[in-house]
């Protein structure tokens, strides 16, 4: 069983640029897929950014292109979302997510199978 524990978190004013982690307790194997989701009160979850251990292959979503970078550590089997001139509306709890496939629609939440707590960041004005 894989679990994920995010991290990084806070209260951070507007153009802020923390880093969340998302730590694996399990061997994450070449074929996994791991992304990160938010979710603000009220709101669906959504996409934010996904890498694939195969190719190392990023996506991203419209909304935080350009400013957010995910990565990772294989040797730490740690996956980050660092972010970048962080805006109010990115507010939200941020969910690191795994699964050991291949997932072709990366964007569903709905095709993961292992998620973290989760860890809230907001951003102020």
């Known amino acids: 069983q894989v679990q994920l524990v995010e991290s990084g978190g806070g209260l951070v004013q507007a153009g802020g640029s923390p880093r969340l982690s998302c730590a694996a307790s399990?061997?994450?194997?070449?074929?996994?897929?791991m992304g990160w989701f938010r979710q603000a009160p009220g709101k669906e979850r959504e996409f934010v950014a996904v890498i694939r251990w195969t190719t190392g292959s990023t996506y991203y979503a419209d909304s935080v292109k350009g400013r957010f970078t995910i990565s990772r550590d294989n040797a730490k089997n740690t996956v980050y979302l660092q972010m970048n001139s962080l805006k109010p509306e990115d507010t939200a709890v941020y969910y690191c997510?795994?699964?050991?496939?291949?997932?072709?629609?990366?964007?569903?939440?709905?095709?993961?199978?292992?998620w973290g707590q989760g860890t809230q960041v907001t951003v102020s004005y």
């Open positions: 399990g061997r994450i194997f070449s074929s996994y897929t």
């Open positions: 997510a795994a699964d050991p496939g291949y997932i072709t629609y990366y964007s569903s939440y709905r095709l993961y199978g292992y």
